[in-house]
């Protein structure tokens, strides 16, 4: 008797959890932010949205493109106006739907109006903050609305306000707004459109945190701009950052709770070099390759013994810039570093992936105590706790915590866009840096490669 009633208890617990996690969910998104132009992998995240699709047969699966698909520092990118970048857009569309919102490299190739009129051709729904300084009206909507199956969704979009993250052409046709005034102007008519809340964030962690109270419980929430990869749970929303440069996609899926309550699960898979591609994808690829490769492009500028993922190499990058300074630590925004390093060798291509801008070196002298505190938020990952994170961080090479006193004064180099931008890298305005003329970033990286 006790085992049958056992047996009728684990039953109706399996029933319930089959009703929670076990059942189809009602909708799929596949989320990618901060693309970058990152060719080499376009064509297997065509491919992983393919087995997603497969995976979730009858569901509907939306792509979500967060900002930033196009690279103007992709030589291959900016001499073909982003068609591989435009393709995979198409391509995608041709599956489902697909929404972009605006980051600050949207318009690398194209005025505003023009990027979002071929987005829009490509078959992509376009979502965002940008504003025209000329008309003041929006060069996209701030939200769309969706039907996925009998699921009906909104999805709003903004982007970061910093002017000098923006293509210096295209400055002068924006007018923008703080992203967490924006959200607070037009995210609740727009969320209170659909059940279903969805927000796309290019904006930035330190931001987001400002846009948090706006948004009901329950809303699925991706942010980007900051290259960061984690997933926080917030009561019932969900606050997911997919990474950069293709090397992640984010998956949430919708369902509903034994209380009816909707609930996101998301997992986070990687997308490998070697992983299966889309044979079509490849092949549209391989031809912009071939027609917009330059022989400057394959000149090999160094070498390495392994590959170094894209931590590992920006910790690579600071470390060269350290010997070559001749200082005590070295400090690098994260988004300065775009992809890894190759094992073997490493061409101009491959080497402008990585180390994405270039820049002067500059040199400040702090305590110990104040080196403490900036190598502490520096080097951050996946692991690092949600209250820690601040957004942008830096790449660092210094002592270790034990071997720093914090009495005396060290030296510490950054590039000059950290020297510019001080106060949001450094928490202090009042460093004053000595720049050093003859060492930029990139030619010093490129003679570590040599060694």
């Not at 992203?179 to 927000?199: M, T």
């Not at 930029?440 to 990286?445: D, E, G, P, Q």
Request: aromatic share 8%; glycine share 8%; net charge neutral.
């Amino acid at each position: 008797m006790r085992f049958s009633r056992a047996l009728a208890i684990l039953g109706l617990v399996v029933a319930v959890g089959a009703r929670v996690f076990g059942s189809a969910p009602e909708a799929v998104f596949a989320i990618v932010g901060d693309q970058h132009s990152a060719y080499g992998r376009t064509a297997q995240f065509v491919a992983h949205v393919d087995r997603v699709r497969a995976e979730n047969a009858g569901v509907p699966v939306a792509v979500l493109i967060n900002g930033d698909a196009f690279e103007l520092g992709n030589a291959v990118a900016k001499r073909s106006a982003g068609a591989v970048d435009f393709a995979m857009i198409a391509a995608l569309a041709r599956r489902g739907p697909v929404v972009v919102n605006l980051g600050n490299h949207e318009p690398e190739f194209y005025d505003v109006a023009e990027s979002v009129r071929r987005l829009r051709e490509a078959g992509a729904v376009v979502v965002g903050s940008l504003v025209s300084r000329e008309t003041g009206e929006g060069f996209a909507p701030a939200g769309a609305t969706l039907r996925l199956g009998e699921t009906e969704v909104v999805i709003v979009g903004v982007a970061t306000d910093l002017i000098a993250q923006y293509r210096a052409a295209v400055r002068p046709e924006l007018d923008l707004t703080n992203p967490a005034v924006w959200a607070r102007e037009k995210f609740p008519a727009w969320l209170a459109r659909a059940p279903v809340r969805v927000v796309m964030s290019h904006s930035g962690v330190r931001y987001d945190r400002e846009i948090f109270p706006v948004l009901p419980d329950g809303t699925l929430f991706a942010g980007a701009h900051d290259h960061l990869r984690f997933v926080h749970r917030m009561g019932r929303t969900v606050y997911v950052h997919s990474g950069a440069w293709q090397g992640f996609l984010s998956i949430a899926k919708l369902r509903r709770d034994e209380t009816g309550e909707m609930t996101w699960d998301v997992e986070q898979v990687a997308i490998r070099d070697d992983d299966p591609a889309d044979p079509a994808m490849a092949d549209v690829v391989r031809k912009v390759r071939e027609r917009h490769l330059a022989p400057e492009d394959l000149v090999v500028v160094g070498r390495l013994k392994k590959a170094l993922p894209r931590e590992e190499a920006a910790k690579f990058v600071a470390r060269a810039v350290r010997m070559a300074a001749g200082v005590d630590a070295v400090l690098i925004g994260n988004t300065t570093f775009g992809d890894g390093l190759p094992a073997g060798d490493v061409t101009r291509e491959a080497f402008d992936a990585c180390v994405r801008f270039d820049g002067t070196i500059c040199v400040a002298e702090v305590s110990g105590a104040e080196l403490k505190r900036l190598l502490a938020r520096a080097n951050q990952n996946v692991d690092t706790p949600f209250e820690e994170r601040r957004g942008e961080f830096q790449f660092a090479d210094g002592p270790a915590p034990a071997e720093i006193d914090e009495a005396r004064m060290y030296r510490m180099a950054t590039t000059d866009w950290g020297m510019k931008n001080r106060g949001r890298y450094f928490g202090r305005e009042d460093l004053v840096f000595a720049e050093r003329p003859e060492l930029r970033l990139k030619a010093v990286v490129a003679e570590a490669l040599k060694e």
